[in-house]
């Protein structure tokens, strides 16, 4: 008897710890999500109607909702948003009409306004915006004609401008860019022609060149023997898990 109850509530125990939560709240009212990215404590996501929701941590504005208290239950914050990057502490939105967004902590210039102010409601930064990746105090987004443009810390390089210096507005690193992907203090690109380049810090060999040593300088490390067909935003070392069925990966990769 005793034995049989033992087992019982083993199994109990395992269903509680290993049986995913697979449900948001306001899920049963039907709600459905499709893009969602994760950071460091806070969460952002798209509706399929283009509304962007946020919820979670937000001493630094990052929920974007012009506050700084946190949210335990998806708050609406914008519409028309195509697609959503969540950094450390703060986020980036790309709206239908190609504007990106952003809003939360900004003490290395990490939103790209200009200024080292955080925000708690989203500012406008640039136009023409195709895709965007927000790293830990670092963020990059590509323009639709394939220019790629970093902004924020820049202590390892992770910018790719050849220089350690911080960035406060968007500045310009290279051309023919069709994809971005940036981690905690490195960056991962695709170019046009299929190859896949990195730099950045790189004590972990998370550059792939087959040493530990932090590259900043230009032209990029080039990872030898990949051509890579598609990256997908913040699957390499990231605060960031953006997830979707469309990943709006530019020039139809």
Not at 44 to 51: R, T, V
Not at 144 to 171: C, R, V, Y
Not at 184 to 204: A, P, V
Request: with cysteine; hydrophobic share 40%; aromatic share 10%.
């Amino acid at each position: 008897m005793w034995k049989k109850v033992i087992i019982f509530i083993l199994t109990i125990s395992m269903m509680m710890v290993f049986v995913p939560v697979v449900s948001l709240h306001g899920s049963a009212r039907g709600d459905v999500y499709s893009t969602i990215s994760a950071g460091d404590g806070h969460t952002a996501a798209i509706k399929p109607d283009s509304s962007l929701w946020t919820w979670g941590r937000n001493y630094q504005g990052q929920l974007g909702n012009g506050s700084t208290t946190s949210r335990y239950a998806p708050t609406k914050i914008m519409e028309d948003v195509l697609f959503v990057s969540a950094g450390a502490f703060h986020t980036m939105a790309i709206k239908s009409d190609g504007t990106l967004w952003a809003w939360g902590s900004n003490h290395c210039g990490q939103l790209g306004d200009g200024s080292t102010i955080a925000r708690s409601v989203p500012v406008m930064i640039m136009d023409a915006v195709t895709a965007v990746s927000a790293g830990e105090l670092h963020t990059l987004a590509i323009k639709k004609d394939g220019s790629l443009w970093a902004w924020g810390l820049n202590s390892a390089g992770q910018l790719g401008d050849g220089t350690t210096i911080e960035h406060i507005n968007p500045t310009r690193v290279m051309d023919n860019v069709a994809a971005v992907s940036a981690g905690t203090y490195h960056t991962i690109i695709k170019k046009t022609d299929g190859r896949f380049y990195t730099w950045g810090r790189n004590e972990s060999g998370q550059l792939g060149n087959g040493t530990t040593t932090d590259r900043f300088d230009t032209p990029m490390t080039k990872v030898k023997g990949f051509l890579v067909r598609r990256v997908l935003p913040h699957i390499i070392w990231s605060y960031t898990l953006s997830a979707s069925v469309d990943f709006r990966v530019p020039h139809g990769i």
